[in-house]
């Protein structure tokens, strides 16, 4: 299933520092902590991938909650 862009945003647009996140394309990254969300690049901290800042226009972060 592809995300649209409006999707992306829309989810974007809701996340903020604390929050817990999953990269739909790449699970191997594991649980991400955001770490902050400025103008839609959003930088998360990935268990298994460390930290990384994402375009949220073009990727749907899932949110998720630690085990």
């Known amino acids: 299933m592809d995300i649209e862009k409006s999707d992306a945003a829309d989810i ?3 996340l903020e520092p604390g929050m817990f996140v999953r990269h739909p394309a ?3 990254w594991g649980l ?3 770490q902050s969300n400025i103008a839609g ?5 990935f268990e298994n ?4 800042v994402l375009d949220g226009r073009n990727v749907a972060l899932i949110i998720d909650h630690p085990s």
């Open 49 to 52: 991938a460390g930290k990384v």
């Open 41 to 45: 690049k959003v930088t998360v901290n």
């Open 26 to 28: 790449v699970p191997d």
């Open 32 to 34: 991400g902590h955001v």
């Open 12 to 14: 974007t647009a809701i």
